[in-house]
């Protein structure tokens, strides 16, 4: 992102006209949060035995309260995403140059996680149907669940990414065309769209084969509603079209602290919707208001931890942390033999899996994304 800064008049809630690209530093330390929701729920998983709490309680009570963390996690990420890259974008920019730094962006951390999934974990048992479709990204287009949850399970939504990326180009220039005043209709109407497809999956979707972990749909209503690329774009275009309220002066009066409440608010509701709700569209409102609330916090240089140094440090890893967190977890459960502990060992087990997860975040990030992007995101003209 651009590093020039705006400078808002106090107690603004909108941003000059137009409004200009500045850096969004509490936004990345939020990643990092989004990336933790997603640890959250995965380490809470009874099948595979990642939950490491011995009490059946306790370990209930982690799971219940973790169970939605994973989906909430994976909404805001889809959302930012559309803000930022709208946020972002270069005036001039050529398709294919943006389309080369968004792969060498995302492609080097897939392929070293997809290689150690392969190694450390499903490599006796993943058949090469499996494997090849996630390697190239393709496999949440394709609804069978031991491939698009085969080899390393984030990854799913790395190929939810892909599209999105090949199409913003596009999107981008139609999204521009929307008149201002029409932008906050845009938005509702999409958040409608996102709440609507869960509807449409238990009434047109059939309700079988069941979800071999037990969870209360079949697989198509869970890949249709929470896999498939298209479906999701809504979440990456609702993104855009936030972006673009914002830096065409639209005023927006939403601050971070009633967006953020919103957000609790409605993971708290989350535990009690049918359960295609919580995949994506209880979330959707407050995530799509709370990221441009934290944005016009940065620009209009509002006091934030979120853009501290070590929080920003955090949102910076916290890419490389998503990719390849699960597949430590069950490295070291696997390294335990599914021993199961009390109350403060086993959140002690949590803790340690989290800061070994980080360090093995950093090494990722710094020797592979990083590098991948300075020598691989720009062609020569563009380095010119």
């Not at 496999?139 to 491939?147: C, L, Q, R």
């Not at 190929?159 to 209709?185: D, Q, S, V």
């Not at 929080?311 to 890419?319: A, K, P, R, T, Y």
Request: aromatic share 14%; net charge positive; charged share 10%.
């Amino acid at each position: 992102m651009s590093a020039d800064h705006v400078v808002l008049p106090k107690n603004s809630d909108t941003p000059p006209q137009p409004a200009v690209h500045g850096r969004l530093p509490s936004l990345t330390g939020l990643r990092f949060i989004a990336a933790v929701l997603v640890f959250c729920y995965h380490s809470s998983l009874a099948l595979p035995a990642l939950n490491p709490f011995a009490d059946p309680d306790l370990a209930s009570g982690y799971r219940w309260l973790s169970s939605n963390a994973g989906w909430a996690g994976v909404t805001f990420f889809f959302i930012l995403s559309g803000f930022v890259l709208t946020w972002s974008a270069r005036e001039g920019d050529k398709p294919r140059h943006f389309w080369r730094r968004r792969f060498f962006k995302i492609y080097p951390n897939h392929l070293v996680t997809w290689i150690l999934a392969i190694v450390l974990l499903s490599g006796a048992t993943t058949q090469w149907w499996q494997a090849v479709p996630n390697l190239f990204l393709i496999h949440a287009w394709i609804p069978e669940f031991s491939v698009f949850l085969g080899v390393n399970p984030p990854s799913w939504s790395l190929a939810c990414e892909l599209f999105f990326y090949l199409c913003f180009p596009l999107f981008l220039r139609w999204i521009k065309k929307i008149p201002a005043a029409h932008l906050w209709r845009w938005a509702a109407g999409i958040a409608a769209a996102i709440i609507v497809v869960p509807v449409l999956s238990y009434v047109l979707l059939p309700s079988n084969p069941p979800m071999p972990e037990g969870s209360p749909a079949s697989v198509w209503q869970y890949w249709s509603v929470y896999m498939l690329p298209p479906v999701r774009c809504l979440d990456f275009v609702l993104g855009i079209v936030m972006a673009r309220i914002l830096m065409t002066g639209r005023r927006f009066p939403v601050r971070p602290l009633p967006a953020a409440l919103a957000c609790v608010a409605t993971y708290a509701l989350s535990l009690h919707v049918p359960w295609l709700f919580t995949l994506d569209a209880v979330f959707v409102i407050p995530m799509a208001l709370l990221i441009p609330a934290v944005a016009l916090m940065d620009v209009s240089g509002r006091p934030s931890v979120l853009r501290s140094r070590p929080v920003v440090w955090l949102g910076e890893v916290s890419f490389a942390f998503y990719m390849i967190h699960l597949i430590l977890l069950n490295v070291v459960r696997d390294a335990l033999r599914d021993q199961y502990f009390g109350t403060v060992a086993g959140v002690g087990v949590l803790l340690a899996q989290m800061v070994l997860t980080l360090g093995a975040a950093w090494v990722l990030y710094a020797g592979v994304e990083k590098p991948a992007m300075r020598r691989l995101g720009r062609s020569r003209k563009e380095n010119a």
